[in-house]
T-cell receptor, first 114, second 107 residues
Framework: DSGVTQTPKHLITATGQRVTLRCSPR?????VYWYQQSLDQGLQFLIQ???????AKGNILERFSAQQFPDLHSELNLSSLELGDSALYFC?????????????FGPGTRLTVL | KNEVEQSPQNLTAQEGEFITINCSYS?????LHWLQQHPGGGIVSLFM???GKKKHGRLIATINIQEKHSSLHITASHPRDSAVYIC?????????FGTGTSLTVIP
């Protein structure tokens, strides 16, 4: 158990809908990262937050958004869902610090868009 | 264009064999990460490297910054090592991942 929790574990929804994925980092970790893993694209970095502020942006679509709240949990919002958004979504957290620190991954949320 | 290339894509080994998985990257990096993903989907961080070599149990990871290459070695492989091994690099504020090496260790 990495100490990172993600909810829900599974999510099935329809095209055009909007969903919210939630992540709680390890106690004391200030950074949260979001990743998407699909069958055809592999793992892709979406976005990083550090202590409530956006730190880095990867291949995140405009239909997706994220935020990190004062209690450090983070949410990833996916809207106008398309079939191609079906994937495993992981969040990870790392300890405070400016350098690249080891990341601890949550169990993932499996999103299926029908 | 892939910033991170791994080889081989698939690997089958007999229990006890020495295994090497390779990772080459084309960007400047501040760190390289080896991840393990089990069939259930969970991801575990094995190593984070910025230079040299690290060892943890039967696992050894090396990196050559000049050649932009890293290797993950597994000594005395065991069926429980069966998983997908993923190389990831941090370049600036971006993270890039290899497509993974699927390892199967047969008893």
């Amino acid at each position: 158990d990495s100490g990172v929790t993600q909810t829900p574990k599974h999510l099935i929804t329809a095209t055009g809908q909007r969903v919210t994925l939630r992540c709680s980092p390890r106690s004391g970790d200030l950074s949260v990262y979001w990743y998407q893993q699909s069958l055809d694209q592999g793992l892709q970095f979406l976005i990083q937050y550090y202590n409530g502020e956006e730190r880095a942006k990867g291949n995140i679509l405009e239909r997706f958004s994220a935020q990190q709240f004062p209690d450090l949990h983070s949410e990833l919002n996916l809207s106008s869902l398309e079939l191609g958004d079906s994937a495993l979504y992981f969040c990870a957290s790392s300890a405070p610090g400016g350098r690249y620190n080891e990341q601890f991954f949550g169990p993932g949320t499996r999103l299926t868009v029908l | 264009k892939n910033e991170v290339e791994q080889s081989p894509q698939n690997l089958t080994a007999q229990e006890g064999e020495f295994i090497t998985i390779n990772c080459s990257y084309s960007v400047g990096i501040s760190a390289l990460h080896w991840l393990q993903q089990h069939p259930g989907g969970g991801i575990v961080s094995l190593f984070m490297l910025s230079s040299g070599k690290k060892k943890h149990g039967r696992l050894i990871a090396t990196i050559n910054i000049q050649e932009k290459h890293s290797s993950l070695h597994i000594t005395a492989s065991h069926p429980r090592d069966s998983a997908v091994y993923i190389c990831a690099v941090k370049s600036g504020n971006q993270f890039y991942f290899g497509t993974g090496t699927s390892l199967t260790v047969i008893p």
